[in-house]
């Protein structure tokens, strides 16, 4: 199982806090990985430190053994990276279906429709006036629609039915499934993932628990 891409000995601070204490990741390619932790952990700023928009006080970011830590997130990004941030994920002012088709960038939405058809009947909505759910449907949609090598999705299930989360954590596994990197951070184990998923926990900034998710018991 090849490494896509890893932080090594990072710290993040903000401030006079610091938010990541020497923290390690692998993040294996054609899998996903669940990062868990609860509010305050550090799960977020693992995901921006990945792709690039807080910076490392010390430490490194490897993508497929390159020394990346300089690079910028526009940069990641056209390098095959999608982060999916828990809040302002979506322009709200656009509608959903401007929003799908920023995210296509020229190629089909049908895939994202597809998989939420809920979203149909919501096209001509702007973003900011659907509900919790639907807009993490929307935003998840950009992982879909997006042919990335790397793809971050912080609490993809955020005000969801238990139903629509479990098939949106289906929906990432089949991006793993297809090549991808996948990393998804929440608060709690999430249903709908295959056997064999990794999982790392963090706690106060450092990684208290690695291994398969099935191996994890919430304390």
Do not use: K
């Not at 990985?33 to 305050?40: A, I, Q």
């Not at 793809?151 to 139903?163: H, K, Q, R, Y």
């Amino acid at each position: 199982m090849s490494v896509e891409i890893a932080l090594r000995a990072a710290r993040v601070r903000y401030g006079p806090l610091e938010a990541l204490h020497g923290v390690d990741l692998p993040v294996p390619a054609g899998t996903v990985t669940v990062l868990l932790g609860r509010n305050g952990s550090g799960r977020t700023t693992v995901l921006r430190a990945l792709a690039g928009t807080v910076p490392l006080s010390a430490g490194r970011v490897l993508w497929r053994g390159e020394d990346v830590t300089r690079l910028r997130a526009h940069r990641r990004a056209r390098r095959g990276l999608c982060f999916v941030p828990d809040r302002r994920a979506l322009y709200a002012t656009l509608t959903v279906a401007e929003n799908l088709a920023l995210a296509a960038r020229d190629r089909d939405v049908s895939a994202a429709l597809d998989a939420y058809p809920e979203l149909r009947p919501l096209l001509g909505r702007p973003a900011g006036t659907l509900s919790g759910g639907e807009r993490r449907m929307l935003a998840v949609s950009r992982a879909l629609l997006t042919p990335a090598r790397v793809v971050l999705v912080d609490e993809p299930a955020l005000g969801m039915s238990p139903a629509v989360a479990a098939r949106t954590h289906r929906l990432l596994a089949g991006l793993g499934a297809r090549g991808a990197a996948v990393v998804v951070a929440g608060q709690r184990p999430p249903a709908g993932l295959p056997a064999g998923t990794l999982a790392h926990v963090l706690r106060r900034g450092t990684v208290a628990f690695g291994g398969e998710l099935a191996e994890f018991t919430p304390g």
